[in-house]
């Protein structure tokens, strides 16, 4: 089954403490992407990658780290957590970065650092 | 991105169409009009696109404006299951490096 699928799905953790966020497609789609989603503020992507060692800062990228060292997968990297990262996450991915192609979406990482 | 304009929210009644307006009057020739939505608790899921012409899929509809500065989703018979918040969105077709941006969305309910 074409999907994207994200681990994990809830995590609690500590402010400072560094956590990564796994996400991974079966579909050989060349761009990925990281969203989060908070309370009226809707979706705002953070990092995406239009293929293999190409990635690129989103709205709001401060504080994330991303990398893209093989097709299928696009870890986010909090390296030094704080509450105000507290958020919904969604990765998300597509054959290609060009406006006519659809993304497809995970299922979503809750996050709360404390 | 050009901008889209949708309504906050919007009311239907089981097992009657939904027309769902959006206005992107700043669009420019080469942006395809997305259509996505989110159901609770799950992530954004694709419903359709299009570029000039109307559009079907096994899902909905989408209906454009001849001078593209408009478009209309519609979902032909709703069901409980179509309440969720929907998304406009325009792509250029050729900008590979492009954000993408969701605004707000309408927030459709369905009653039974």
């Known amino acids: 089954e074409a999907q994207v699928t994200q681990n994990p799905r809830y995590l609690i953790t500590v402010t400072g403490k560094k956590l990564t966020v796994t996400c991974s497609q079966n579909?050989?789609?060349?761009?990925m992407s990281w969203y989060r989603q908070d309370p009226g503020l809707g979706l705002r992507q953070i990092y995406y990658s239009m293929n293999v060692e190409v990635t690129d800062k989103g709205d709001v990228p401060e504080g994330y780290k991303v990398s893209r060292k093989e097709k299928r997968n696009f870890p986010l990297i909090l390296e030094s957590p704080s509450p105000n990262q507290t958020s919904l996450y969604f990765c998300a991915s597509s054959l290609s970065g060009a406006g006519v192609y659809e993304q497809y979406f995970g299922p979503g990482t809750r996050l709360t650092v404390t | 991105d050009a901008k889209t304009t949708q309504p906050n929210s919007m009311e239907s009644n089981e097992e009657e169409p939904v027309h769902l307006p959006c206005n992107h009057s700043?669009?420019?020739?080469?942006?395809?009009i997305h259509w996505y939505r989110q159901l609770p608790s799950q992530g954004p899921e694709y419903v359709i696109h299009g570029l000039t012409s109307n559009v079907n899929n096994r899902m909905a509809s989408l209906a454009i404006a001849e001078d593209r500065k408009s478009s209309t989703l519609i979902l032909h018979r709703a069901t409980l299951r179509d309440a969720a918040v929907y998304y406009c969105?325009?792509?250029?077709?050729?900008?590979?490096?492009?954000?993408?941006?969701f605004g707000p969305g309408t927030r459709l309910s369905v009653l039974p």
């Open positions: 579909m050989n789609h060349e761009y």
């Open positions: 969105i325009l792509r250029d077709i050729d900008n590979y490096g492009q954000n993408f941006v």
């Open positions: 700043t669009i420019s020739g080469t942006d395809y």
